[in-house]
């Protein structure tokens, strides 16, 4: 796979119809990215592959059952990923045929990256590859842009948002931008302690019509101008608060999908740890802007790898 020139820009959907999901052969907690990541917890490692594993088929299972394309990639057990769950950190597939490979903090978590994932999603989902972007050099120079972690995309305004941490470099993010047609804004977050959020995505969402933000967390100085972005885009502000974005009701995502009777419509997908965090109105608020909302429990998942449904799922946005 040659890296090729830049195709022109196309207009892209806001929700993705297909996916790319990583079966974990080995899930556990991984301490090398703990030092960054508030969201982990220590725990034993007794069960935690079986358990991983049986949470990702839960997602996988009901995700197909809604209608969801979802390809599924068997991780390998050598050597040892503890994170192939997650693998929207390392790729994104984009309308205009781009594939996107990223820099990425922890060494352990490299080894994901994996050519066959790609073919995978060409062969089974139909993906035609106009070029490669790969951004994976930054590493030797210390600067990481952890693909759909660090960025939450407004396709169809062309705008990335990203907040600093040690995962979300702004120089990677100026290339990421300028190779894509994106503008950026970025932005400083924080959790309620005052340490910097590590991924964009566990903070704010974006669907077609609605965008949860935890308003709270983005500092006081950056607030009005992400704001200001996310109200031009005609959607309903759904604000979420310290207890719901620990909860990781931020780290959702919304897919396009269709049926028979209903037609096309869309799938707001949360874990059922997100749905007990959000307050009755907030519920309310998110089903109100999506067709349907599916709750998939991913407990393990959470609180050893720090992450939630979302960071679960790589979108394949196919050809228009």
Same mark, same amino acid.
């Given at each position: 796979?040659?890296?090729?020139?830049?195709?022109?820009?196309?207009?892209?959907?806001?929700?993705?119809?297909?996916?790319?999901?990583?079966?974990?052969?080995?899930?556990?907690?991984?301490?090398?990215?703990?030092?960054?990541?508030?969201?982990?917890?220590?725990?034993?490692?007794?069960?935690?592959?079986?358990?991983?594993?049986?949470?990702?088929?839960?997602?996988?299972?009901?995700?197909?059952?809604?209608?969801?394309?979802?390809?599924?990639?068997?991780?390998?057990?050598?050597?040892?990923?503890?994170?192939?769950?997650?693998?929207?950190?390392?790729?994104?597939?984009?309308?205009?045929?781009?594939?996107?490979?990223?820099?990425?903090?922890?060494?352990?978590?490299?080894?994901?990256?994996?050519?066959?994932?790609?073919?995978?999603?060409?062969?089974?989902?139909?993906?035609?590859?106009?070029?490669?972007?790969?951004?994976?050099?930054?590493?030797?120079?210390?600067?990481?842009?952890?693909?759909?972690?660090?960025?939450?995309?407004?396709?169809?305004?062309?705008?990335?948002?990203?907040?600093?941490?040690?995962?979300?470099?702004?120089?990677?993010?100026?290339?990421?931008?300028?190779?894509?047609?994106?503008?950026?804004?970025?932005?400083?977050?924080?959790?309620?302690?005052?340490?910097?959020?590590?991924?964009?995505?566990?903070?704010?969402?974006?669907?077609?019509?609605?965008?949860?933000?935890?308003?709270?967390?983005? #500092?006081?100085?950056?607030?009005?101008?992400?704001?200001?972005?996310?109200?031009?885009?005609?959607?309903?502000?759904?604000?979420?608060?310290?207890?719901?974005?620990?909860?990781? #009701?931020?780290?959702?995502?919304?897919?396009?999908?269709?049926?028979?009777?209903?037609?096309?419509?869309?799938?707001?997908?949360?874990?059922?740890?997100?749905?007990?965090?959000?307050?009755?109105?907030?519920?309310?608020?998110?089903?109100?802007?999506?067709?349907?909302?599916?709750?998939?429990?991913?407990?393990?998942?959470?609180?050893?790898?720090?992450?939630?449904?979302?960071?679960?799922?790589?979108?394949?946005?196919?050809?228009?």
């Amino acid at each position: 796979m040659d890296p090729m020139p830049s195709p022109p820009i196309v207009a892209a959907q806001q929700c993705a119809e297909a996916v790319l999901m990583v079966r974990p052969a080995r899930f556990a907690y991984n301490p090398e990215t703990a030092s960054s990541n508030a969201f982990q917890r220590a725990g034993a490692a007794a069960g935690a592959a079986a358990a991983g594993r049986a949470e990702f088929d839960g997602l996988a299972t009901a995700l197909a059952g809604e209608g969801v394309r979802v390809c599924i990639l068997e991780d390998t057990p050598d050597p040892p990923k503890p994170d192939a769950v997650f693998p929207n950190n390392w790729v994104s597939f984009h309308a205009d045929g781009t594939v996107v490979l990223y820099p990425m903090q922890a060494p352990s978590r490299r080894a994901e990256r994996r050519r066959d994932a790609v073919d995978a999603v060409v062969e089974q989902l139909g993906f035609r590859v106009s070029r490669l972007l790969d951004l994976t050099a930054h590493e030797r120079d210390g600067r990481y842009l952890e693909g759909t972690g660090s960025l939450v995309l407004d396709h169809r305004r062309r705008i990335a948002y990203a907040c600093r941490s040690g995962r979300t470099d702004p120089t990677v993010l100026a290339e990421w931008s300028s190779e894509l047609g994106y503008e950026s804004v970025i932005f400083a977050a924080a959790d309620r302690s005052g340490r910097p959020i590590y991924h964009t995505n566990v903070l704010l969402s974006l669907g077609e019509r609605s965008a949860i933000v935890a308003v709270e967390a983005i #500092a006081e100085r950056d607030r009005g101008r992400v704001l200001e972005r996310l109200r031009d885009g005609d959607r309903e502000l759904i604000d979420i608060g310290w207890d719901e974005l620990e909860g990781f #009701a931020g780290n959702v995502l919304e897919l396009a999908t269709c049926d028979e009777a209903l037609g096309a419509y869309r799938l707001r997908v949360m874990s059922a740890t997100a749905r007990h965090a959000l307050s009755e109105a907030s519920f309310a608020r998110i089903s109100a802007c999506s067709d349907e909302v599916l709750v998939a429990p991913v407990p393990t998942i959470e609180r050893l790898g720090g992450g939630s449904v979302r960071c679960m799922i790589a979108e394949v946005f196919l050809p228009v």
